[in-house]
């Protein structure tokens, strides 16, 4: 699951908790569907952030040297 429908899960999960006024439809209680979706959604954000987010992080290393050489020495 994505982030993208991670965020669809918590937006159609807090629509049906918080904003339908029906409360119940046929023997389900939409208002706990809407936790479930939401709890859901946040699960898989955080699932997702954790997963992917170390591989998009790369380590770039610059190495420098400097070579210091003295001008008395004949190989100079």
Known sequence: MGIGASVFL????????FA????EVVGLNIHAIGYI???????GLILTLV????RNRQ???VVEER???DPGDPHY
């Open 10 to 17: 918590l937006a159609v999960g807090a629509i049906l908790a």
């Open 20 to 23: 339908v006024t029906a409360k």
């Open 37 to 43: 979706l939401m709890a859901a959604g946040l699960l």
């Open 51 to 54: 997963i992917w987010g170390p």
């Open 59 to 61: 380590a770039n290393t």
């Open 67 to 69: 070579v210091v050489r």
